[in-house]
DNA sequence: ATGTAGTTGAAAAATTTTTTCAATTAGGAG
DNA sequence: CTCCTAATTGAAAAAATTTTTCAACTACAT
């Protein structure tokens, strides 16, 4: 299971698993791409520095994702590679797997050599057409 | 000239051309994804309310792209298409123009019609390696 | 030259994030 | 199971960032 290897990893590190940390861990595996305020609503009883340290730690380790998709930071479990589609007239945002980048890959770049990638795709969504 | 077509687009919309709007575009040309404590150095006169309200402005009408790359927002002129390589190691940010959905391309993805996109690369640099 | 709607700066307010610190707790050692 | 200790937490304060307010100013159409 997803959350198992995270505890396992922050267990591995030396970092404890708390109570905080759980809840914060199931209000993102319950959705993604979630604001601050989301987690918030689903994370009562934790409070708003352990949540943001909870979310940094997390990043730090690489089990979380910090997203910018327009209003707001976001924060999803970055279990699987899937990339966002926002609808700039409504604002919604949607996922799609298949990664445009799987076939051509990317190479070195220069001399720059990738280690992941984030794409983001701005446009109309099928309601707002 | 870039900036000529910008000031044309204010004039267009009906906003005016002022000395502070004229420091930020020079700014902004005058280097690629810059913070705003940056832009702040090269717009001396330039309250920070006005370079705030300006790059919102100038955002708005689509001459500006603002970048979420990591620490904080920056800015860049939007015109020409092209993606940044983020250097996990030292932070130093790059960008490349050959773009690698040119030839795959986006096409309808499921109901949503792709107006643009962006894409991030992290990794380590040719210097860091 | 004039009038006016749009713009500006400075300060205040609002928002968001980080830090501080005393109290609490997870988890290993005995 | 109990103890111990370093890690963690919540609440409040502080810091950082962004937006709003408002009176004074100015670009530019007429």
Known sequence: MELE???GRLRGRGYKVTPQRLM???????ERHQSLEELRGRCSGV????LYRTLDLLTGIGAVRRLELGD?????LAGDHHHHLICESC??????EECPLDGAGL??????????HSLEVYGRC???R
């Open 5 to 7: 290897a995270i505890i």
């Open 24 to 30: 914060v861990l199931k209000a993102l595996a319950a």
């Open 47 to 50: 409070g708003l520095a352990t």
């Open 72 to 76: 707001g930071p976001r924060y999803e």
């Open 91 to 96: 604002g919604e945002i949607s996922e799609f």
């Open 107 to 116: 190479g070195r770049i220069g001399g720059f050599s990738p280690r992941a």
């Open 126 to 128: 099928a309601g707002c």
